[in-house]
């Protein structure tokens, strides 16, 4: 059963253009949620995160939307740049737990 | 710091033979965590432990799948025996208890499995 959907495998974006990359979580329990990039041959990274006390978070380039009666978050790359191109990934975990439960990921590319 | 170490970062083993990952996470990290990223469920988390103590193993596969941590600053995942499908890239990763504050978790680069 997965907690954590990314119902996008994959992302094609115009350079300069926004890229928005969704995500849908089915346990109300968790509170605070994650986004990860990775490129390939390493591992994942951590790129920006929210609690559930906020609906937005921004970090330059990078903002992530929170909507808790949908259970649904996205991130907005905005411009995008072709080293944006990665794996995506969204996690969610809880203050109860403390474990990160991800999704399957999104490969965005951003062409030149 | 040197962030979360992985080793071998590749091993290619046949099918029945045990094989074992390596990581050594952040030091002064609570929290260690084993995932294995596949095409069909993204990371996978399989077992993760908080000062040195499994504290949800449930998502380990099978009984073929052990995960051990001696001290604070190693941590073992062991397959024995290994099977085609067990073929992945396995990722440790650590994070620190902050109390009623979040965290992120760092992760190491990875050790790609291949059984043949």
């Known amino acids: 059963d997965q907690q954590v959907k990314q119902n996008s495998p994959s992302l094609s974006v115009q350079e300069g253009r926004i890229s928005i990359l969704n995500c849908d979580y089915t346990?109300?329990?968790?509170?605070?949620f994650l986004w990860y990039k990775k490129y390939p041959a390493e591992g994942p990274t951590f790129l920006i995160s929210?609690?559930?006390?906020?609906d937005k978070n921004e970090d330059g380039r990078f903002t992530v939307f929170l909507n808790k009666s949908a259970k649904h978050l996205s991130l907005h790359i905005v411009p995008s740049q072709p080293g944006d191109s990665a794996v995506y990934f969204c996690?969610?975990?809880?203050?109860?737990?403390?474990?990160?439960?991800f999704g399957t990921g999104t490969r965005l590319k951003v062409l030149a | 710091d040197a962030g979360v170490i992985q080793s071998p970062r590749h091993e290619v083993t046949e099918m029945g033979q045990e094989v074992t990952l390596r990581c050594k996470p952040i030091?002064?990290?609570?929290?260690l965590f084993w995932y294995r990223q596949t095409m069909m469920r993204g990371l996978e988390l399989l077992i993760y432990?908080?000062?040195?103590?499994?504290?949800?193993d449930s998502g380990m596969p099978e009984d073929r799948f052990s995960a051990k941590m001696p001290n604070a600053s190693f941590s073992t995942l062991k397959i024995q025996p290994s099977e085609p499908r067990d073929s992945a890239v396995y990722f440790c990763?650590?994070?620190?208890?902050?109390?009623?504050?979040?965290?992120?978790?760092?992760f190491g680069q990875g050790t790609r499995l291949t059984v043949v």
């Open positions: 990763a650590s994070s620190r208890d902050r109390g009623r504050e979040y965290t992120e978790a760092f």
């Open positions: 346990n109300s329990m968790f509170d605070y």
């Open positions: 432990f908080n000062n040195n103590v499994p504290i949800d």
């Open positions: 030091s002064g990290h609570d929290y």
């Open positions: 996690a969610a975990s809880s203050l109860g737990t403390y474990k990160y439960i």
């Open positions: 929210i609690s559930s006390i906020k």
